[in-house]
């Protein structure tokens, strides 16, 4: 089946320092690859997607780049702030399954100032 | 515009005992998808309804049901509770399906006794 493995957290980073998140993927057709964010108290929101091979996703100064070859979506900033601070979680959508998503288990970010 | 409206917020119930959760989704948005979340299974699909048809289903025993309504609301329930079941129920939203693009309620938690 599919899975969706991201680096462990919590990651602890100073503020403006460089953000990278992994996320690697299993899937058995040509999925669309989401970051979703969820920020203390609130619900998970949408951070960005990509639906086919080489596509990059970006928003709020984050990005993630689809590879196909190396089955990955790996999320990047250049310059965190405190405000990103925040649980963030990779998945996957196969095409025709809907809106039925594979969820990574989510890597907590803290950023200090 | 209102978001994702989930009732009750918090509830506890005893094993044995059944539970329904009520979900509110954005006005227009025709899709609804409900998922569990826990700390050691992390965020888990459980089932996608699209304008009152159940589109998808998640590995979850038949314990577990939803419905949807006409006017799109949706309502989950979980009958003889177990231990186990207790999570963080997170219903999410969308205009249509496909296109994993969803927005997330602030969720139900349950606790079982």
């Known amino acids: 089946g599919d899975s969706v493995t991201q680096m462990e957290g919590p990651v602890t980073l100073s503020e403006e320092a460089f953000l990278t998140i992994n996320c690697t993927y299993t899937?058995?057709?040509?999925?669309?690859l989401f970051w979703y964010v969820q920020y203390p108290g609130e619900g998970l929101q949408l951070l960005l997607k990509a639906t086919k091979a080489d596509d990059k996703g970006s928003n709020k100064g984050f990005e993630a780049t689809y590879r196909k070859e190396t089955t990955s979506f790996h999320l990047e900033k250049g310059s965190v702030q405190v405000s990103d601070s925040a649980v963030y979680f990779c998945?996957?959508?196969?095409?025709?399954?809907?809106?039925?998503?594979?969820f990574g288990g989510g890597t907590r970010l803290m950023v200090k100032p | 515009k209102a978001g994702v409206t989930q009732t009750p917020r918090y509830l506890i119930k005893t094993r044995g005992q059944q539970v329904t959760l009520s979900c509110s989704p954005i006005s227009g948005h025709r899709s609804v998808s409900w998922y569990q979340q826990t700390p050691g299974q992390g965020l888990q699909f459980l089932f996608e309804?699209?304008?009152?048809?159940?589109?998808n289903k998640g590995n979850f025993p038949g314990r577990f049901s939803g419905r949807q309504f006409s006017n799109s609301r949706s309502e989950m329930n979980v009958s003889t509770l177990e231990l186990g079941d207790s999570a963080l129920y997170l219903c999410?939203?969308?205009?249509?399906?496909?296109?994993?693009?969803?927005?997330f309620g602030e969720g139900s938690r349950l606790t079982v006794l």
């Open positions: 999410a939203s969308s205009s249509q399906t496909n296109t994993g693009e969803l927005f």
């Open positions: 899937a058995t057709g040509y999925p669309s």
């Open positions: 309804y699209f304008s009152e048809t159940q589109r």
């Open positions: 998945a996957l959508s196969e095409s025709n399954a809907g809106n039925m998503l594979t």
